[in-house]
């Protein structure tokens, strides 16, 4: 379908009936209407296809379709941009004996020859905002259930990037939101208002070697996240397929590797900073491996959500550690993002930053957390001088051990009494808190100030230090990058610690 630009193009409708494309689809002017009670199906083996907005897809004839703005058609050099592709009715995999047999009055289709497997949809996961599929909100086209996806098996499916949105969700009504594979069935008294889910089949979690997540990454974004006291509570159901339980840990996030996970032992995990820390959620029961669901009452976090291995679990998280000399003593502050299966921490002291000693061993608070935890410990160990070295080893309940970075406390000199700043969780969201040196700084107003790369002065805010905690919120609005936080502390001494804006 010709043109030099969307208002001059050539224009195809689809008013009735079915159209099959065998061949590349090119839709680069958005010329291509397709009417409500109409089928387009993709039938040929690889094709590419353009972005548009579709009332019903068909997939079928395998290979790979893949979405993508075509340019520079020549021989066999089809270079891809952008491509979005918007549903407002179903994308179905007609796959023998699995869709053609669906209860959806809509997933009769007596055009097509369902003797080979339906191919894979796959969009390009490096540019998700400007590549994907888009399943439409409830409405008349849709019987008012929402655009659905149908008959994904692990020969026929969607590789990439999905999104869809539900608005005005309700309590004790059970969404599947378009089919896509997450289940939500949100309790009590507070509702979630309009919830926004994605789908990322890709790629799969590996933040350290033999600890990995499965090739499926849902993100859930209800609206109203804490509306009155108590938050949300929901009944949360995984579904998966198992060819994404496998070909894990590879090198980076896409690239397949050589790990696997039992689904006897798969388990889910919340994410609140895209991955860089988890927190366990867990699981009723056992794995249904009939259905490929996990499932978990009780799910109060809503964010990045994966399955991983409760035998090997997404790890421990220190996402703070500091050492400050108090006096003649030195504080040591660590905060964890969540623990699982973890004994506790072995605090260790060098004075040449090359052979550690044990000081002592601090046990873990909760050996499976999925909260934020703060540990402390005092070395007061007399004849302190010159640089003190100390870091952690978190050592697991079966032994395995790990290590934190090493801080260094300076006793040259005379003794005096400091305040340590840390920031959490650091790269910060919606929410930055600060963790004080609780034996230095005593209740009181704070006046915190974020500070941007060029001076310039972007959140001001006068804050009660509670429990040597400030804690900052409704940081949305603020752009991605560095920034440096200012806190005047009720004593009238100032901290600064560099934080990061996902």
Not at 135 to 148: E, F, M, P, Y
Not at 261 to 272: A, G
Not at 440 to 455: F, S, Y
Request: glycine content about 10%; aromatic content about 8%; overall charge neutral.
């Amino acid at each position: 379908m010709g043109g030099s630009s969307q208002a001059s193009r050539s224009i195809a409708r689809l008013v009735v009936g079915q159209l099959q494309v065998f061949g590349d689809f090119v839709n680069t002017y958005d010329s291509f209407i397709q009417r409500e009670n109409t089928i387009t199906e993709f039938a040929g083996g690889d094709q590419n296809i353009t972005g548009g907005t579709f009332t019903r897809v068909d997939i079928s004839g395998g290979g790979t379709k893949t979405l993508g703005t075509l340019t520079g058609l020549t021989g066999d050099t089809k270079p891809k941009t952008s491509g979005v592709m918007n549903v407002s009715e179903s994308i179905n995999f007609l796959t023998p004996g699995v869709y053609a047999a669906a209860a959806n009055p809509l997933a009769v289709n007596p055009f097509t020859n369902l003797a080979n497997n339906a191919g894979i949809l796959s969009t390009d996961i490096t540019s998700p905002s400007a590549n994907r599929i888009v399943l439409a909100d409830r409405g008349a086209t849709n019987l008012n259930n929402g655009a659905q996806l149908n008959g994904e098996t692990d020969n026929a499916f969607l590789f990439g990037f999905v999104v869809t949105t539900r608005q005005g969700v309700k309590t004790n009504e059970n969404r599947t939101y378009g089919n896509i594979g997450i289940e939500l069935n949100f309790m009590g008294a507070n509702a979630p208002g309009n919830v926004d889910v994605t789908r990322n089949t890709v790629e799969s979690y590996s933040p350290l070697a033999g600890r990995f997540g499965i090739r499926r990454i849902f993100g859930v974004r209800p609206s109203d996240a804490a509306t009155n006291s108590g938050g949300l509570n929901a009944t949360l159901v995984f579904h998966y397929r198992n060819s994404e339980t496998v070909n894990l840990n590879g090198p980076n996030t896409q690239t397949p590797g050589t790990g696997s996970i039992p689904e006897e032992r798969l388990t889910i995990f919340v994410s609140q900073n895209s991955g860089n820390t988890f927190r366990l959620v867990g699981r009723d029961g056992p794995v249904d491996e009939v259905k490929n669901t996990v499932t978990r009452t009780g799910v109060t976090t809503f964010a990045t959500l994966t399955l991983g291995d409760i035998d090997n679990p997404l790890p421990v998280k220190l996402v703070a550690f500091t050492a400050t000399r108090t006096g003649n003593a030195a504080l040591l502050n660590w905060t964890t993002a969540s623990e699982q299966d973890n004994a506790g921490f072995e605090v260790q002291v060098s004075t040449d930053g090359t052979a550690f000693r044990k000081l002592a061993f601090v046990a873990s608070q909760n050996a499976n957390s999925a909260q934020k935890t703060n540990y402390t410990y005092t070395d007061q160990e007399e004849g302190k001088t010159g640089t003190r070295y100390y870091r952690l080893k978190q050592v697991d309940t079966d032994g395995t051990e790990s290590f934190s970075p090493v801080r260094t406390t300076s006793f040259n000199g005379a003794a005096s009494v400091a305040t340590t700043l840390a920031g959490y969780p650091n790269p910060f969201t919606n929410k930055l808190e600060f963790n004080l040196d609780a034996t230095a700084v005593g209740d009181g107003m704070a006046h915190v100030q974020l500070i941007d790369m060029t001076g310039r002065i972007v959140r001001e805010q006068k804050l009660q230090v509670i429990n040597a905690t400030l804690t900052l919120t409704d940081l949305d609005g603020l752009r991605s990058g560095l920034y440096l936080a200012k806190v005047t502390l009720p004593n009238g001494t100032t901290q600064k610690v560099r934080v990061q804006k996902q």
